[in-house]
């Protein structure tokens, strides 16, 4: 699989915890970008998803925003 994936995570985030998990579970690289010590990983996520919740999911252009899993698999599987 050849995804670009980024996750923008804090280390408090029980979903972000998730998601990553599922991903290292898939198999699925990801870059992981730390919105609480990072500033500019915080202003990117906001710019891509519009608002301040996380995790935000980058694959591809597609964003996803929070651990849907059934987003994530369509959007792994295009």
Not at 48 to 57: A, E, F
Request: net charge negative.
């Amino acid at each position: 699989m050849n995804k670009s994936v980024i996750i923008y995570t804090a280390t408090w985030c029980g979903f972000c915890h998730m998601a990553k998990d599922y991903f290292d579970k898939l198999g699925v690289k990801y870059t992981d970008k730390d919105v609480e010590h990072d500033a500019t990983a915080m202003q990117e996520a906001v710019e891509k998803s519009g608002q301040r919740g996380i995790p935000v999911i980058d694959i591809d252009g597609k964003i996803i925003v929070g651990f849907n899993r059934s987003e994530i698999d369509a959007a792994l599987a295009k």
